[in-house]
Nanobody, 124 residues
Framework: QVQLVESGGGLVQAGGSLRLSCTAS????????MGWFRQAPGKERESVAV????????HYADSVKGRFTISRDNAGNTVYLQMNSLKPEDTAVYYC?????????????????WGQGTQVTVSS
């Protein structure tokens, strides 16, 4: 029911920055917990960052703490991921996700709604 569309990916040199955006359709966006996941070839999808429906609570993977920032604009039905000091190990397809019930923040299969993904490639 909820549609999520990511944008902002691309090719960046190590040390650079990107901002990913995820725009959602649906009336329930403001009630959803939103998150960003990423998946590199041959690897499992992993949680990167999570933000509560109010925006007050955030959680980050240890690998991105201090470099990435998740935020949301409920009036605009949009969640962002600001990525700074990018490293080649950050290269992956990044997915926007949303959940209303029964999800575990770090477990991708428990989330209800997913975007199509956007490629982020960090060159060395």
């Amino acid at each position: 029911q909820v549609q999520l569309v990511e944008s902002g990916g691309g090719l960046v040199q190590a040390g650079g920055s990107l901002r990913l955006s995820c725009t959602a359709s649906g009336r329930i966006f403001s009630s959803l917990v939103m998150g960003w996941f990423r998946q590199a070839p041959g690897k499992e999808r992993e949680s990167v960052a999570v933000v509560a429906s109010s925006g007050e609570f955030t959680h980050y993977a240890d690998s991105v703490k201090g470099r990435f920032t998740i935020s949301r604009d409920n009036a605009g039905n949009t969640v962002y991921l600001q990525m700074n000091s990018l490293k080649p190990e950050d290269t992956a397809v990044y997915y926007c996700a949303g959940g209303q019930t029964s999800m575990v923040f770090t477990s991708a299969p428990t989330w209800e709604y997913w975007g199509q993904g956007t490629q982020v490639t960090v060159s060395s």
